[in-house]
């Protein structure tokens, strides 16, 4: 199969039947387009994954557009996406990456024209380096996934998530207000991204460092850092079911991993060094106990994984604390 301008990319990992559902949602839009190919990247699922996408892209008959890669082991998400970049690179005649690559969480079913709404943005807007679409729930409602970057600020302001504050501090807000026009924002949920190849060629893939969490964070970090912008376009929307592969949903959050906690230092100390990321922690500290005692005299339910407050303080200063050990973190 001919590689294709467009590359639309789905790291699986032991969500084999949603992966399925999802290339069937993408299948007739990239057909139509006729310049656009699907990489599917089984993550070292190890859990027979990758057998029953071969037999599943094969049932849906995909063989023209979609391609199955599987990896022998789970580097993370920015490796899997790493993974299928080198692959397309590989594959094509002159070793160029994909002119667009579209980033879509195997969880999700894209809304007819997603692709080609974010095409033709992309297209019309050469400073746009990188554009990502609206993430639904099931029920309709709109999962945010255009954001600020995360600042000392943003951790007290949003773990306390006392309204007045969050009224008269709303700049320091992660989450940017909902509109129904393309608008800029400072970074975009990877699971529903569309890239420019110009913006791989100036800041590189993605860093391999994180393993899940954070990774698209700070690809938009180092690409505003080149000089591109980043947009939210809601006319290209995706259904988001979310923590399907990592079991880590708003209805029933579990324990955060420590690797959640070690792509956000990798984050904050990249970004802000090793003293605001200090800040930052003890602001959270104080924070967070604040904003459950707020929320419980108001009656508003919070959905707060179990243990936060002491995994955070355990994992960062605990014994063989993250924060201990600042350079590993950051090489």
Request: overall charge neutral; charged content about 20%; some cysteine.
């Amino acid at each position: 199969m001919p590689v294709a301008p467009i590359l639309v990319l789905i790291v699986n990992y032991r969500t084999a039947a949603l992966t399925l559902q999802a290339v069937e949602a993408l299948l007739p839009e990239v057909r139509a387009r006729g310049d656009a190919e699907i990489c599917v990247v089984d993550n070292g699922s190890g859990d027979g994954s990758a057998g029953q996408l071969a037999a599943g892209l094969a049932g849906l008959g995909a063989g023209d557009c979609c391609r199955l890669l599987a990896l022998p082991d789970n580097g993370g998400f920015a490796a899997g996406n790493n993974a299928g970049l080198l692959d397309y690179r590989e594959r094509a005649t002159d070793g160029a990456l994909p002119r667009l690559t579209w980033l879509v969480n195997p969880d999700t079913i894209a809304q007819p024209g997603a692709l080609t709404t974010l095409v033709g943005f992309l297209d019309s807007h050469p400073r746009a380096g990188i554009a990502g679409g609206r993430c639904l729930r099931p029920d309709g409602s709109i999962r945010h996934s255009a954001f600020r970057f995360h600042s000392p600020a943003s951790e007290f302001l949003c773990e306390l998530d006392f309204g007045p504050l969050r009224k008269r501090m709303s700049g320091f807000d992660v989450a940017l207000p909902l509109s129904d026009e393309p608008f800029r924002a400072e970074w975009l949920s990877g699971s529903n991204l569309m890239i420019r190849d110009a913006v791989f060629h100036a800041v590189g893939l993605f860093d391999s460092g994180y393993f899940l969490y954070f990774e698209e964070t700070d690809f938009c970090a180092r690409a505003a850092d080149a000089g591109f912008e980043a947009w939210h376009v809601p006319d290209s929307a995706i259904v988001h079911l979310g923590g399907q592969a990592t079991g880590f949903t708003e209805a029933r959050p579990k324990r955060r991993p420590r690797y959640w906690f070690a792509s956000r230092a990798r984050f904050f100390l990249r970004r802000h060094g090793v003293a605001r990321t200090h800040l930052a922690n003890l602001l959270w500290l104080v924070a967070h106990p604040l904003g459950c005692l707020i929320a419980a005299v108001r009656g508003r339910p919070r959905h707060d994984p179990p243990q936060l407050w002491l995994d955070f303080l355990t994992h960062y200063y605990g014994p063989d604390g993250l924060m201990y050990r600042p350079r590993r973190m950051t090489a």
